[in-house]
C-alpha cells in the first residue's frame, strides 16, 4: 500500500486502549475513577463491567491500575467443561506470576500441574480417537478426569499466597462478556468460594445480559436476588454519544486529518450508534475500499454502508413492506414512543399495525434507544428501503 490514505490503517486499528494510548482515552472518567475508588477501598468481593462488545470494558479495565494495589488481568474462554474453565484460570494465573519473586515458585508449581493434567486428558482423547477406529474398546474407570478438587485447592492456595505478599490484589478477568449469561453464570458460581477472600478483588467483564438481570434482581426488594448476593456492584458501559465518537475518530486521526472529510467522521459515528469498535470498523473498511483516493469522503463511506448492509440483507434477512415504510418515515426522527405511533397512523397506519410494526422494529433492533429516546439504527438510516 503506497498511497495517502493507507496511512489511515493502521491508526484506526482496533485494539483496547491503556496507559500507553492514554492520549487517545475519550471520557469515561467516570467508570475508571468509580472502579479505581472501590478497588481502593473494599476489602474484598467480586465486580462486574457490563455493556455490549466493542462498547470499551476492555479499555476500561486497562485503566484500572491504582497505585496502591497489586493487579493482575487475564482471559478465560469458556470451552466445554467447568473443569476447563478452573485449568484454564489458574494456568492464566500461574503463567502471569511465574517469575514473580514472592509468589513464582508456587506458580511455577501450579502451572506445571496443570500442563501435565492437560497433557494427559489430551493424550487419552486422541488415544480415544486413534483406538476407536481400530475397534479397541476403553473402560470408563481408567479414563482420565478433571481434578476438580485439587485444581480448585490450587487456586485457592496461590491466591492467598498472592495476598499475603501483596496486601490488596485485584483479579480481572476479562472475555467473559463474550460469552452466554448462563455460562458466565455457572463459571461464576463455581469460583465464587475461591474468590470471595480478605484483600481479594475480582473484576469480571460481563455481556449485557447480566447486568439487565442484575438490576432485575436489585430491584425485587424481597426476594433473595442471585446476581446481587455475588456481586457487589456492576458497572455499565453506556454507548458513546455521536460527538464521542467523533473526538474519537479525530484523536487517533490528528496526523491525518486532512485526508478525511468531517462528514465521513461524522457518518462513521453515525453507523456505530455509540459503539466505538463499529465507527473504528466502517471507517477502515471505508479506507479499504477507496484505497486509491487522495481524500476519504463523506459519499465514500455513504457507498461502503450501503455495500455493508446489502449484504447484510443478502444473507436472508428480510423486512416487510410495512416495517421498510416504517423506517423511512422515521429515519430522521428522536423521540417517544407515542410519537411514534402518531406518526405511523398519521401515514397510513392502522392502530394494532402501528403498534405491532414498532414492536418489530425494537425487536429487530432497527430501533433503538438512546439517551431516552427511540430513533433509527445509524446502520440503516442511510439507506432507502
Ligand atoms: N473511551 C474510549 N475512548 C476511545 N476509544 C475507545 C474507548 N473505549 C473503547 N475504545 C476503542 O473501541 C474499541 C473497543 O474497545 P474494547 O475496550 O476492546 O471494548 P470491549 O472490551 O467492550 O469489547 C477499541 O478499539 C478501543 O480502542
Ligand atoms: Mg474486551
Known amino acids: 500500500m503506497s498511497t495517502k490514505l493507507a496511512a489511515l490503517v493502521s491508526v484506526l486499528a482496533d485494539k483496547p486502549l491503556d496507559e500507553s494510548k492514554k492520549d487517545w482515552l475519550v471520557n ?20 462486574g463491567v457490563a455493556g ?25 474462554s469458556l470451552r466445554d467443561t467447568m473443569e476447563s474453565i478452573l485449568y484454564d484460570l489458574l494456568y492464566s494465573i500461574s503463567s502471569k506470576l511465574e517469575k514473580d519473586k514472592d509468589v513464582g515458585n508456587y506458580s511455577k508449581e501450579c502451572k506445571e500441574w496443570v500442563s501435565k493434567e492437560v497433557a494427559t486428558l489430551k493424550g487419552f482423547s486422541l488415544g480415544v480417537t486413534l483406538f476407536a477406529n481400530a475397534g479397541t474398546k476403553f473402560e470408563k474407570s481408567i479414563a482420565p478426569r478433571f481434578n476438580f478438587f485439587v485444581a480448585r485447592e490450587k487456586l485457592g492456595n496461590l491466591i492467598k499466597k498472592a495476598v499475603q505478599s501483596k496486601g490488596k490484589f485485584v483479579l480481572i478477568i476479562d472475555e467473559l462478556d463474550k460469552e452466554k449469561k448462563e455460562d458466565v453464570l455457572k463459571v461464576i458460581d463455581a469460583l465464587k468460594a475461591q474468590l470471595l477472600s480478605e484483600n481479594l478483588i475480582v473484576i469480571f467483564s460481563l455481556p449485557f445480559a447480566i447486568y439487565r438481570e442484575y438490576v432485575a434482581d436489585r430491584m425485587r426488594w424481597n426476594e433473595a436476588g442471585n446476581l446481587e448476593n455475588v456481586f457487589k456492584d456492576i458497572v455499565f458501559l453506556e454507548p458513546m454519544k455521536p460527538l464521542e465518537v467523533k473526538e474519537m475518530l479525530i484523536r487517533r486521526l490528528k496526523d491525518y486529518l486532512e485526508l478525511v472529510d468531517t462528514e465521513a467522521l461524522e457518518l462513521a459515528s453515525d453507523f456505530s450508534d455509540g459503539n466505538p469498535r463499529d465507527a473504528l470498523w466502517i471507517l477502515s473498511k471505508s479506507v479499504y475500499d477507496n484505497i486509491g483516493e487522495k481524500k476519504l469522503e463523506k459519499h465514500h463511506v455513504l457507498n461502503t454502508i450501503r455495500k455493508v448492509v446489502n449484504e447484510y440483507f443478502s444473507t436472508g434477512f428480510s423486512l416487510t413492506e410495512n416495517q421498510k415504510k416504517a423506517i423511512n418515515l422515521l429515519k430522521d426522527f428522536k423521540g417517544p414512543r407515542e410519537k411514534i405511533l402518531k406518526i405511523l397512523q398519521e401515514n397510513g397506519f392502522k392502530r394494532t399495525t402501528a403498534y405491532s410494526v414498532l414492536n418489530q422494529l425494537i425487536e429487530k433492533r432497527f430501533l433503538i434507544i438512546r439517551e431516552g429516546n427511540y430513533k433509527i439504527s445509524g446502520k440503516f438510516k442511510f439507506v432507502d428501503f
Open 28 to 47: 469515561r472518567e467516570r467508570e475508571v475513577n468509580y472502579l479505581k475508588n472501590v478497588v481502593s477501598h473494599l476489602p474484598f468481593g467480586i465486580l
Open 52 to 76: 455490549e462488545t466493542g462498547i470499551g470494558k476492555t479499555t476500561v479495565l486497562n485503566f484500572v491500575r491504582p497505585s496502591n494495589v497489586f493487579v493482575l488481568m487475564v482471559n478465560i
